[in-house]
């Protein structure tokens, strides 16, 4: 994995994947976090269980480890999120301070997703032409093939005695 925008990417994913565990924690032990709420409690640990191998994908430039993540988390804060902007706009609900948190968590965890599997798409040299600078001077290198030949045509001239 050597793009930097990947790079960034997993760490995003790691961040969001820990911040949404603390979340669930929060949750579980009554303890209110800025109104954010888990809308599944059983649904988001598989949730996160789940993601662990989506971005361990990712790092390996997997597409379907992007795909997966994309899946996964648009579902997820998919549904809430065009529920909970929809009644806004149909003015059947407020915008408080706890809702617009969830709305933000769940703008975060669609849009990183979305990074993840334009990051793999406009990489076009991820699988066709890896390129790697610390072996490929020594793979790649035809003019050291030819002299590793020419030193293995060579006769053995020494005269070696085994008593």
């Known amino acids: 994995m050597s793009n930097f925008s990947t790079w960034l990417i997993a760490i995003f994913a790691i961040m ?74 149909q003015n059947q609900s407020t915008l408080t301070i706890d809702l617009s948190m969830n709305l933000i968590c769940d703008v975060i965890g669609i849009f990183l997703p979305i990074f993840a599997v334009l990051d793999m798409l406009v990489d076009k040299s991820r699988k066709v032409n890896p390129i790697d600078k610390k072996t490929d001077w020594y793979f790649k290198n035809e003019k050291y093939d030819e002299e590793l030949k020419a030193r293995d045509k060579r006769e053995d001239k020494n005269e070696y005695k085994f008593y």
């Open 16 to 89: 969001f994947w820990l911040f949404r565990a603390i979340v669930a924690l929060c949750e579980q032990f009554s303890i209110d976090l800025l109104g954010l709420v888990t809308y599944d409690f059983n649904l988001e640990i598989i949730i996160c269980f789940a993601i662990i191998v989506c971005i361990v994908l990712i790092i390996k430039r997997k597409m379907i480890g992007s795909l997966l993540y994309l899946l996964i988390y648009g579902t997820y804060f998919g549904e809430h999120l065009l529920t909970n902007v929809m009644s806004i706009l």
